[in-house]
């Protein structure tokens, strides 16, 4: 079983930026979709990024587009989540998830979080 690591959550200043880190403990077939959510307390999961096919393609939020980039460090094993122009409504709790394959009709990868099987344990970010 693939286990997801979530690292790098952090309190920072509005504008500022940070990197989130999720470890991959094995590389196989169940993360070719890997996606980015959060969650604020009361709110409901958000989906805000994900990528597939190697990283060929991405999806994004409105809420984070522009400011936020996902990513893979292949050599690492890892998926990464690089975040900047952080403003306080950022602040939730930052989950990774993997599925085989977690794509929507359009052949994008899906920020539905029903359609991923995996998931970490989550790294708080909380921005003031």
């Known amino acids: 079983q693939v286990q997801l690591v979530e690292s790098g959550g952090a309190s920072v200043q509005a504008g500022g930026s940070l990197t989130l880190s999720c470890a991959i403990s094995?590389?196989?077939?169940?993360?070719?979709?890997m996606a980015w959510f959060r969650q604020a307390p009361g709110e409901e999961r958000e989906g805000i990024t994900a990528i597939w096919s190697a990283g060929i393609r991405v999806s994004y939020a409105d809420s984070v587009k522009d400011r936020f980039t996902i990513s893979r460090d292949t050599a690492k094993n890892s998926l990464l989540l690089q975040m900047s122009s952080l403003k306080p409504e950022d602040t939730a709790m930052y989950y990774c998830?993997?599925?085989?394959?977690?794509?929507?009709?359009?052949?994008?990868?899906?920020?539905?979080?029903?359609?991923?099987?995996?998931w970490g344990q989550g790294t708080q970010v909380t921005v003031s």
């Open positions: 094995e590389r196989s077939r169940n993360t070719s979709s």
């Open positions: 998830a993997a599925d085989p394959r977690a794509v929507a009709d359009s052949g994008l990868p899906t920020l539905r979080s029903e359609w991923y099987r995996i």
